[in-house]
């Protein structure tokens, strides 16, 4: 019995012995594993700049459909517009622009679900979308436009709308124009869809981008459509964000500001417009 009792004892005295050693290699590791605790914690705890920099690249939901804004080219290579200003934004944050291709009714569920960083696909900036989004400086003004078949005599301003139907995206500001207007809404995917449509006679009208309306004209003068009324007021439009990024937002308008500065803006403004289209 003292016997047992006497190595009952050895072994407690080896098992407190090696819980002392393991709570002293514990603590000696917090030391060093708090500097660790914190170089890992770090990234979950970075603002939005730090880590768009962090990981190299600027994710950027947009179109791809939307002519001259952003589109594919005869070689299939994403272009326009909006995708150069966003190409140099991202090259001035010193990362890669990383372009994520997604129908116009799905960029803001995108944005929600942080599949991109940021939107650069001519959105305009309503006090709707402020609610809920941030957006940068505005980068370019646009007058929403009314759009007719070339023989149509029936529509020449947006009340004469009444009672017809307008190819428009579900989700912009112009189908709300179309509706406060009276119009029948039929749904379309973008703007080239509408056009389609207003050509072959399957819709009355639509109404969209003006800039978009004039590169058409310029791309392919023959197309049989006129423009019979405009909004007076500009539409101006940013880059769209996700509450709670002001740093990159900042690190955004910064770049743009410089762009304008020092003569980029009016040159990509230029090629596709033939003018600066940021006033």
Known sequence: MKKWSLTTLLLL??????????TNNA?????????????TAAPAGQNSLESVKAAGKLRIGTEGTYSPFTYHDANGTLTGFDVDI?????KRLGVDAEFIETQWDGLFAGMDAKRFDTIFNEVSITDERKVKYDFSDPYVVSKAVLIVGQNNEDIKKFSDLKGKKAGQSLTTNLSDIAR??????????????AIDLLVSGRIDATI????????????KPDVKIKQVDEIAE????????????????????EALTA?????TYLSISEKYFGADVSK
Do not use: P, Y
């Not at 406060?180 to 869809?193: D, K, T």
């Not at 500009?234 to 308008?253: D, T």
């Open 208 to 219: 969209n981008d003006g800039l978009s309306f004039l590169d058409l004209k310029k791309q």
């Open 259 to 263: 762009m304008k500065a020092d003569g």
């Open 13 to 22: 005295s080896v098992l407190l012995t090696a819980c002392g050693n393991n």
């Open 27 to 39: 603590n000696d590791g917090g030391t060093a594993g708090n500097g660790g605790t914190e170089a």
């Open 234 to 253: 500009g539409s101006r439009s940013g880059a769209v964000f996700l509450k709670g990024n002001e740093e990159l937002v900042q690190a955004v308008n």
């Open 180 to 193: 406060e207007n009276g119009a029948e809404i039929v749904a379309v995917e973008g703007f080239n869809q």
């Open 86 to 90: 966003a190409k140099e934004v991202a």
